[in-house]
């Protein structure tokens, strides 16, 4: 089983739509976990941090379900700047522990068309 | 501006030629990473370093050497030994600003071996 499992896609869906995308990880002692959004041949940019059961920032919510080791993304009146793969990304270590490794999933491409 | 700048943006390299990708940053982070990404694939960790003058070798190191003179920088050498070194290299910083554990990452160096 990969450390960190995301469906690839494409989510191909209109503008205006809500979409989630879903990431289970394997490792039930990891702490923190973060979604980065990545667009076509540039570098992965920190979109959320995801430290409790979740959190908000705008259309966007990250929750996180440590019972059923997933974490998710929802993304509400989806816009057609959306258009990226979001990586889910998780850290097994705690935050005041040692190794400050990250472990990266393969990435959800989604495509918000008109 | 502060930031992570990475050279040159392309690379294109003969066979059996060793070459150094740079990787400066001025946020004052202690920890830098390297990373390599294929096509289809998660980021791959190859080497990181905590504090000047030490680093550790990650998931793929084999092929590759890092130094850490300088806080600021972080170069890589992908030797000859390299196997399959067209990809698409990270470099990431890691700071201690709020006590989490984010990354943010340069623009990358494209590397293709002719």
């Known amino acids: 089983r990969k450390e960190v499992e995301q469906d690839p896609g494409p989510f191909n869906v209109p503008e205006g739509a809500t979409v989630a995308f879903n990431c289970t990880y394997s490792?039930?002692?990891?702490?923190?976990f973060f979604w980065y959004r990545q667009d076509c041949r540039k570098e992965p940019k920190l979109l959320m941090s995801?430290?409790?059961s979740g959190n908000e920032d705008g259309r966007f919510t990250a929750q996180l379900n440590r019972a059923s080791q997933y974490i998710s993304l929802l993304i509400r009146d989806s816009k057609l700047s959306d258009s990226a793969t979001y990586l889910c990304v998780v850290n097994p270590y705690h935050l005041t522990g040692g190794g400050n490794k990250l472990t990266f999933g393969t990435g959800t491409q989604l495509k918000v068309e008109l | 501006d502060g930031g992570i700048t990475q050279s040159p943006k392309y690379l294109f390299r003969k066979e059996g030629q060793n070459v150094t990708l740079s990787c400066e940053q001025n946020?004052?982070?202690?920890?830098m990473y390297w990373y390599r990404q294929d096509p289809g694939q998660g980021l791959r960790l190859i080497y990181y370093?905590?504090?000047?003058?030490?680093?550790q070798k990650g998931d793929i190191a084999e092929g590759y050497s890092v130094s850490r003179e300088k806080k600021e920088s972080f170069p890589l050498t992908v030797t000859s030994a390299q196997k399959n070194p067209t990809a698409f290299y990270l470099c990431a910083t890691q700071g201690r600003d709020r006590g989490y554990n984010e990354q943010f990452f340069g623009p990358g160096t494209r590397l293709t071996v002719l």
């Open positions: 490792n039930s002692a990891s702490q923190s």
């Open positions: 995801v430290y409790s």
């Open positions: 370093s905590q504090i000047v003058n030490d680093f």
């Open positions: 946020l004052n982070h202690d920890a």
